[in-house]
């Protein structure tokens, strides 16, 4: 699964395009490769967090091992499943615009040709298409799988949906057939406000505040020294046998051995510099990720309103291909690391959000009643009952957004990067350097392999005794 996520696009399509040719083939299969793990992350995260008690009694009341999966564990574990089926959909349609580089055509091709006439306008009615269609398709499994509405309520609802989806897509994209009179079109506005920002907002009035600023900040005092720390001033042995200390504290010496082992591969590649420079962007997008993230996933999960209105925006995010983002973050910041950062932090933004969401929904009420029975106030339910409660899905949110960051590297690596990602992009420019592209592809694997190890383990531990059992 860790191959799967984080092993660039570009670097898994080779070997199907030589096998099945320029097509849709190949772009199906690597789909398929980028957008499966979510669902089954969030699959087995659901069956695991069912509390030990519920399936005693299935069994003490003579319920086969089917019988307890069927009606006790699958219905139990339906919201986590259903975050994963949301992840997984977006994910899928955010790889069009990858497909559309090997032949797959559709709206992914319409969005890689504006962007390389920087037609930032036209590429994002394209990538707006895309998100309705993605919403079209959330709401639809997410109706179905609701189990307390009346069947036909929810066939009208769904029906009502896709009829205001199918519309809208319909007018962004000007498909065949639809009347010209009614298509909307809004490029010309967006690149008119791209270049106004671009103008007016990277140095505002001389006065030191702007995105260039902003940018200078965050590379001068956050990424430059993380980088130079993690590549030069610590010594890598000492870095190896640190993050293995770490490993036996929170696991096991399995675990230890294993981090130490991936962390040695990464330099036997010869890529322990520019995997460094990676680690370094990923950890302060990761960062970033986290301080936005989990604030917003515990409000929404405080106020169900709060939940649906924020809802089309992170869809929004999760969808719109990361190239559309890419563009008018370019023109604001410059080519470098902080447009790559910036788009991992708003790809990755959703799935924070979502599995806070999840876990702090999933607290028993009964629990929470208990602590407000007992006088604690809101700020102290929050600190002492519900986060460490939930603190098992909060973990599988830092996973996945792990996870996400590093499936971005190849991209920030397009834009000046730097790192693996750039690696992969000179490498797979050249035909007789593909060989250097796959190499890079694995040390991004080893780096999240070490990464989403850490982050289990340390969920693990916080995972209450009765929800492993």
Known sequence: LDTMQTMPGFVYLVPFVLLFGVGRVPALISTLIFALPPVVRATDLGIREVP????????????????????????LARPAILVGTNQTINLAMSMVVI???????????????????????????????????????????????????????????????????????????????????????????IDDAVDWAQVNLFDIADSGIGTGPFSDFVTIRFVTPLRELLSQDIPWPVLIAAVAVLALAIGSWRLAAGVAAALFGVGFLGMWELS????????????????????????TARSDRLR????????????????????????LFNVGRIPGIIASVLYALPAAIHFTDLGLRGVPKETVEAATSFGSTRRQRLRGVE???????????????????????????????????????????????????????????????????????????????????
Do not use: C, W, Y
Request: proline share 5%; aromatic share 4%; charged share 15%.
């Open 52 to 75: 030990g008690e519920t399936i005693e009694a299935s069994i003490m009341f003579g319920a086969t091992d089917r019988q307890t999966l069927n009606k006790v564990r699958l219905p």
């Open 99 to 189: 497909a559309a580089l090997f032949g797959a055509g559709g709206l992914g091709q319409v969005v890689l040709r504006s962007l390389q006439t920087l037609a930032v306008g036209r590429a994002a009615e394209a990538g707006l298409a895309i998100v309705a269609m993605a919403i079209l398709l959330d709401r639809f499994f997410s109706g179905l799988a609701e189990p307390d509405r009346h069947l036909p309520d929810r066939i009208l609802r769904i029906a009502g949906g896709g009829i205001a989806a199918a519309t809208f897509i319909g007018g962004l994209a000007g498909v065949r057939g639809f009347p010209e009179s009614v298509t909307l079109h809004f490029a010309g506005p």
């Open 387 to 469: 986060l460490p409660l939930a603190a098992p899905q909060i973990m599988t949110a830092v996973n996945q957004t792990i996870m996400l960051v590093l499936a971005m590297v190849v991209i920030a690596g397009l834009v000046g990067g730097g790192g693996l990602g750039l690696e992969t992009v000179r490498a797979l420019r050249r035909s007789d350097s593909v060989g250097r592209g796959f190499e890079a592809g694995i040390a991004i694997v080893l780096l999240a392999f070490v990464l989403d190890r850490l982050t289990r383990a340390a969920a693990d531990r916080m995972r209450p005794p009765s929800a492993t059992n």
């Open 308 to 331: 649906a209105a924020v809802r089309p925006g992170l869809d929004f995010l999760q969808t719109i291909p990361s190239f559309v983002l890419l563009v008018p973050v370019i023109m």
């Open 276 to 299: 460094m420079d990676t680690l370094a962007q990923t950890l302060v997008a990761v960062g970033a990720t986290l301080l936005v993230g989990v604030p917003i996933g515990i409000l």
